[in-house]
C-alpha cells in the first residue's frame, strides 16, 4: 500500500511531548500556528515513553500460521490468512487515515512447531515464541526484518485467546477473529484497554462507580459490540501518541468558549484552523477529560463522547456515561446530547452540546483558567535502552530519562528519586499499580538519585524466562510521582551455562608465576572470555583474553607473593554466560637470592688453619 499525501501534510507529526507536560497553554488559534515550532522546541529535550513509537510511513507484519506433531493443520488456512491481512491492513489504514501502509507477508505454507502441544503448555509463552520464530527463520524468514509478528496458534497458553501486551512487537491469535487483531496490535503499540465507567444514578464522575474492562464498546480497545460498519475508531489519544492525529488537530482548552469538533472518522488533514478533532482539559495532575464525536457509532452520533484518559501507560482509558443509570446497556447511551450539561465542580469544568450535525458537534466549555493553570506537572519519563521488542539475555544496561516539565527539559530537572523495578507480569501488578501502589513482588530494585538513571542487571539470576516489566518510578521534587511500565522478553534459555573453575584450587598457595588455569567446558560455548587480577572486583586486570576456545590459559610473568582473582565466562551467537564463581590463589614466594662470599677472598693463600 502506498502513502499519498505524506508529502503535503501541512501540520506537524513530529512533535513528541504529549499535552500534560506542556511548559505553556496553546490557546484556540494559536495551536495550529504553533505546532512547528513546538516540534522544534521539543527535538532537545529527552523522550516520552508515551509518545513512541511514531507509526507513520510504512508498517511491516508477518503472519506466522504453526501447527504442532500430529496435527493435520493449523487454525487458519493460507486463504483465511490471506482475507485476515487483507482486512487488518483496511482497518489500519482507516484509523491511519492513511498514515500508515500496512505490508503483510505470510508463511506459504503452516510450520510445524518442534515439540508437542503438552510442552508448551508447561512452557512460558517466550518458549512458544521462540520456536515460531525460528521455524519461520528457517523456512526463508528474516523475522527481524519485520515490526510485528503475529503468530496463529491453538491456545496452549494461559490467560486470554489473544495477546499483544508482550514486548512491543509480537501477537498471538488462537482464532481468526481480525477484530481482535486490530485490538491486539494496539497493545504492541503501548496501548490499555478502553473501559466504561458505570454508575447507576447521580454523577457520571461518581466515585462509586464500577470500573467495566473492555466496556468502551466502541473504540478498538473495548469489546466491539456496538456495530459501526466492520471496525470501531481508536480514541484520539491514542492515534495522537503515534502520529495519525496532529498535534494541531487536539486543542488543549485553558479558556472558556464554544468549540467545533469534527467527527473522528474526518480526514485530519480536511480539519480547518477553527475546528478540531479533540478537545483536551486536564481534570488533575493524572487525567485529563478527552471530548471528541464518534458520527459513525449509532448509539452515541447525537452527541459528543467524554472519555476519562490517564497520562501514563497503565491505566486503561475510561468512557463516561453522560446519562447514568438511564438503562441497563448504558453504554448506549453515553454521549453528551444537545442542551445537555457534564459537571466536575471540583475541577471548575462545564460541557454543554449546543448543536450536532452530522458531521460536527458543538460544545460550550468553561473552565477555571486559573485552576487549571496550577495543576501540577508530573514527571516525564522514558527509557532509552533496551529497545522496543529487542529480547534479553545476560547483563543488560536499563536507561531512562527523567524530567519534570515545571523545572526544566533536561534530564534530572527537578527529580528528587527514580526507583526502576524488575516484576513478571501478573495481575497483581497490573491490580496494584492501577491503584497507585508499588509493583507487589519485584524480582530487583535500584534506587537513583541523579542522571544519568541506569541500572545493570544481570538477567541469568531470574528464575526463568518470560514476560518481564522495567518500571520506573520518578519523584519529583514538588512531590509529584509518575509510573509507567516497558513490556520486555528475557529469555537465557539459548545462552551456554556458566563454566566451572578447575585448577588452581580456589585458595590455592604457593602457586607457580607461570600457572596454567583450567576450568571445565560448559554446555554451549563456542568460546571463553578470562580475567585475571588482583582487585576481587576487576576494576583492574592483569589479563582478559576473550575468543578462548580451549578450556585454559597459560598466564605468565605473575608477581611473587601476591595473591591474585580469576574468573571465565563463556559465549556462543545467543549471548554471554554469567561469570563462573571467582577464584583466588598466591603465588609462591620469592627463592632467596644467592648468598655473596666475603672472606676468605676467592683465590686466597696462606690462609690461616
Same mark, same amino acid.
Given at each position: 500500500?502506498?502513502?499519498?499525501?505524506?508529502?503535503?501534510?501541512?501540520?506537524?507529526?513530529a512533535?513528541?511531548?504529549?499535552?500534560?507536560?506542556?511548559? +505553556?497553554?496553546?490557546?484556540?488559534?494559536?495551536? #495550529?500556528?504553533?505546532?512547528?515550532a513546538?516540534?522544534?522546541?521539543?527535538?532537545s529535550?529527552?523522550?516520552?515513553?508515551?509518545?513512541?513509537?511514531?507509526?507513520?510511513?510504512?508498517?511491516?507484519?508477518?503472519?506466522?500460521?504453526?501447527?504442532?506433531p500430529?496435527?493435520?493443520?493449523?487454525?487458519?488456512?493460507?486463504n483465511?490468512?490471506?482475507?485476515?491481512?487483507?482486512?487488518?491492513e483496511?482497518?489500519i489504514?482507516i484509523n491511519?487515515?492513511?498514515a500508515?501502509?500496512?505490508?503483510?507477508?505470510?508463511?506459504?505454507?503452516?510450520?510445524?512447531?518442534?515439540?508437542?502441544?503438552?510442552?508448551?503448555?508447561?512452557q512460558?509463552?517466550? *518458549?512458544?515464541r521462540?520456536?515460531?520464530?525460528?521455524?519461520?527463520?528457517?523456512?526463508?524468514?528474516?523475522?527481524?526484518?519485520?515490526?510485528?509478528?503475529?503468530?496463529?496458534?491453538?491456545?496452549v497458553?494461559?490467560? /486470554?485467546?489473544?495477546?499483544g501486551?508482550?514486548?512491543?512487537?509480537?501477537? +498471538?491469535?488462537?482464532?481468526?477473529?481480525?477484530?481482535?487483531? @486490530?485490538?491486539?496490535?494496539?497493545?504492541? !503499540?503501548?496501548? *490499555?484497554?478502553?473501559n466504561?465507567?458505570?454508575?447507576?444514578?447521580?454523577?457520571?464522575i461518581?466515585? !462509586?462507580g464500577t470500573?467495566?474492562?473492555?466496556?468502551?464498546?466502541?473504540?478498538?480497545?473495548? !469489546?466491539?459490540?456496538a456495530?459501526?460498519g466492520s471496525?470501531?475508531h481508536?480514541?484520539?489519544w491514542?492515534?495522537?501518541?503515534?502520529?495519525?492525529?496532529?498535534?494541531?488537530?487536539?486543542?488543549?482548552?485553558t479558556?472558556?468558549?464554544?468549540?467545533?469538533?469534527?467527527?473522528i472518522?474526518?480526514?485530519?488533514?480536511?480539519?480547518?484552523?477553527?475546528?478540531?478533532?479533540?478537545l #483536551?482539559?486536564?481534570?488533575?495532575?493524572?487525567?485529563?477529560?478527552?471530548i471528541? +464525536?464518534r458520527?459513525?457509532?449509532?448509539?452515541? #452520533?447525537?452527541?459528543?463522547?467524554?472519555?476519562?484518559?490517564?497520562?501514563?501507560?497503565?491505566?486503561?482509558? *475510561?468512557l463516561?456515561?453522560?446519562?447514568?443509570?438511564?438503562?441497563?446497556?448504558?453504554?448506549?447511551?453515553?454521549a453528551?446530547?444537545?442542551?445537555?450539561?457534564f459537571?466536575?465542580?471540583? =475541577?471548575?469544568?462545564?460541557? #454543554?452540546?449546543?448543536?450536532?450535525?452530522?458531521?460536527e458537534?458543538?460544545?460550550?466549555?468553561?473552565?477555571?483558567?486559573?485552576?487549571?493553570?496550577?495543576?501540577?506537572?508530573?514527571?516525564?519519563?522514558?527509557?532509552?535502552?533496551?529497545?522496543?521488542?529487542?529480547?534479553?539475555?545476560? @547483563?543488560?544496561?536499563?536507561? @531512562?530519562?527523567? +524530567?519534570?516539565?515545571?523545572?526544566?527539559?533536561?534530564?534530572?530537572?527537578?527529580?528528587?528519586?527514580?526507583?526502576?523495578?524488575?516484576?513478571?507480569?501478573?495481575?497483581?501488578?497490573?491490580?496494584?499499580?492501577?491503584q497507585?501502589?508499588?509493583?507487589?513482588?519485584?524480582?530487583?530494585?535500584?534506587?537513583?538519585?541523579?542522571?544519568?538513571y541506569?541500572?545493570?542487571?544481570d538477567?541469568?539470576?531470574?528464575?526463568r524466562?518470560?514476560?518481564?516489566?522495567?518500571?520506573?518510578?520518578?519523584?519529583?521534587?514538588d512531590?509529584?510521582?509518575?509510573?509507567?511500565?516497558?513490556?520486555?522478553?528475557?529469555?537465557?534459555?539459548?545462552?551456554?551455562?556458566?563454566p566451572?573453575l578447575?585448577?588452581?584450587?580456589d585458595?590455592a598457595t604457593n602457586?607457580?608465576?607461570?600457572p596454567?588455569?583450567?576450568?571445565?567446558?560448559?554446555?554451549?560455548?563456542?568460546?571463553?572470555?578470562?580475567?585475571?587480577?588482583?582487585?576481587?572486583?576487576?576494576?583492574?586486570? @592483569?589479563?582478559?583474553?576473550s575468543g578462548?576456545?580451549?578450556t /585454559?590459559?597459560?598466564?605468565?610473568?605473575?608477581?611473587?607473593?601476591?595473591?591474585y582473582?580469576?574468573?571465565?565466562?563463556?559465549?556462543? =551467537?545467543?549471548?554471554?554466560?554469567?561469570?563462573?564463581?571467582?577464584?583466588?590463589?598466591?603465588t609462591?614466594?620469592?627463592?632467596p637470592?644467592?648468598?655473596v662470599?666475603?672472606?676468605?677472598?676467592?683465590?686466597?693463600?696462606?690462609?690461616?688453619?
Amino acid at each position: 500500500m502506498s502513502i499519498s499525501n505524506l508529502d503535503c501534510w501541512k501540520k506537524s507529526l513530529a512533535f513528541v511531548i504529549a499535552f500534560s507536560v506542556l511548559p +505553556f497553554a496553546l490557546t484556540a488559534q494559536d495551536s #495550529k500556528l504553533a505546532s512547528t515550532a513546538l516540534a522544534d522546541d521539543a527535538s532537545s529535550q529527552p523522550g516520552n515513553i508515551l509518545m513512541r513509537p511514531t507509526l507513520t510511513g510504512n508498517l511491516k507484519i508477518l503472519f506466522i500460521l504453526v501447527k504442532y506433531p500430529g496435527n493435520s493443520s493449523g487454525i487458519v488456512s493460507l486463504n483465511q490468512a490471506q482475507q485476515h491481512a487483507n482486512d487488518l491492513e483496511n482497518a489500519i489504514n482507516i484509523n491511519s487515515y492513511n498514515a500508515l501502509s500496512v505490508d503483510i507477508d505470510i508463511t506459504p505454507t503452516t510450520l510445524t512447531m518442534p515439540n508437542s502441544e503438552s510442552y508448551y503448555q508447561n512452557q512460558p509463552l517466550v *518458549r512458544l515464541r521462540a520456536d515460531a520464530v525460528k521455524a519461520a527463520e528457517q523456512a526463508g524468514f528474516d523475522v527481524d526484518s519485520y515490526d510485528r509478528e503475529v503468530i496463529f496458534s491453538k491456545k496452549v497458553w494461559r490467560g /486470554s485467546a489473544a495477546l499483544g501486551t508482550i514486548n512491543r512487537r509480537t501477537i +498471538f491469535m488462537s482464532h481468526n477473529l481480525t477484530r481482535v487483531s @486490530v485490538h491486539e496490535v494496539g497493545h504492541s !503499540n503501548g496501548w *490499555r484497554h478502553a473501559n466504561f465507567w458505570e454508575v447507576n444514578g447521580g454523577s457520571p464522575i461518581s466515585p !462509586n462507580g464500577t470500573e467495566i474492562e473492555y466496556g468502551d464498546v466502541f473504540d478498538m480497545m473495548g !469489546n466491539l459490540q456496538a456495530v459501526a460498519g466492520s471496525y470501531h475508531h481508536f480514541n484520539p489519544w491514542s492515534k495522537y501518541r503515534v502520529g495519525w492525529l496532529p498535534q494541531a488537530n487536539i486543542l488543549n482548552i485553558t479558556s472558556s468558549g464554544t468549540y467545533t469538533i469534527l467527527a473522528i472518522e474526518s480526514d485530519p488533514m480536511t480539519v480547518p484552523i477553527n475546528k478540531y478533532t479533540a478537545l #483536551k482539559i486536564r481534570k488533575d495532575p493524572l487525567s485529563d477529560y478527552w471530548i471528541f +464525536f464518534r458520527s459513525k457509532e449509532e448509539y452515541v #452520533k447525537n452527541g459528543p463522547v467524554i472519555t476519562q484518559i490517564f497520562n501514563d501507560n497503565i491505566q486503561p482509558t *475510561r468512557l463516561l456515561d453522560m446519562t447514568p443509570g438511564s438503562q441497563t446497556d448504558d453504554w448506549k447511551d453515553a454521549a453528551l446530547a444537545v442542551n445537555s450539561t457534564f459537571s466536575d465542580t471540583q =475541577a471548575g469544568i462545564t460541557v #454543554k452540546t449546543v448543536s450536532v450535525s452530522s458531521s460536527e458537534v458543538e460544545v460550550e466549555v468553561t473552565v477555571d483558567a486559573n485552576a487549571l493553570a496550577n495543576i501540577d506537572n508530573l514527571p516525564v519519563i522514558d527509557v532509552t535502552s533496551p529497545s522496543f521488542g529487542v529480547t534479553i539475555n545476560g @547483563v543488560i544496561d536499563y536507561a @531512562v530519562t527523567v +524530567f519534570d516539565p515545571d523545572f526544566g527539559n533536561t534530564d534530572g530537572a527537578g527529580i528528587d528519586k527514580v526507583k526502576l523495578y524488575l516484576h513478571r507480569l501478573s495481575d497483581p501488578l497490573i491490580q496494584n499499580l492501577r491503584q497507585g501502589f508499588d509493583p507487589p513482588d519485584p524480582f530487583a530494585t535500584i534506587e537513583l538519585s541523579a542522571p544519568p538513571y541506569r541500572w545493570q542487571f544481570d538477567t541469568s539470576s531470574l528464575p526463568r524466562e518470560g514476560v518481564y516489566f522495567l518500571i520506573p518510578q520518578a519523584t519529583s521534587m514538588d512531590g509529584g510521582t509518575q509510573t509507567v511500565w516497558f513490556e520486555h522478553i528475557i529469555d537465557n534459555s539459548g545462552l551456554p551455562a556458566t563454566p566451572v573453575l578447575f585448577s588452581p584450587s580456589d585458595n590455592a598457595t604457593n602457586v607457580s608465576t607461570d600457572p596454567a588455569l583450567d576450568w571445565s567446558a560448559a554446555s554451549g560455548a563456542t568460546s571463553y572470555r578470562l580475567q585475571v587480577s588482583t582487585d576481587s572486583n576487576f576494576s583492574t586486570t @592483569v589479563a582478559d583474553q576473550s575468543g578462548l576456545t580451549s578450556t /585454559s590459559f597459560q598466564a605468565s610473568g605473575l608477581e611473587n607473593s601476591t595473591t591474585y582473582y580469576w574468573r571465565v565466562n563463556a559465549a556462543n =551467537a545467543n549471548g554471554t554466560s554469567p561469570w563462573s564463581s571467582v577464584w583466588q590463589f598466591t603465588t609462591i614466594v620469592a627463592p632467596p637470592a644467592a648468598p655473596v662470599l666475603s672472606s676468605p677472598s676467592d683465590n686466597a693463600s696462606g690462609v690461616s688453619t
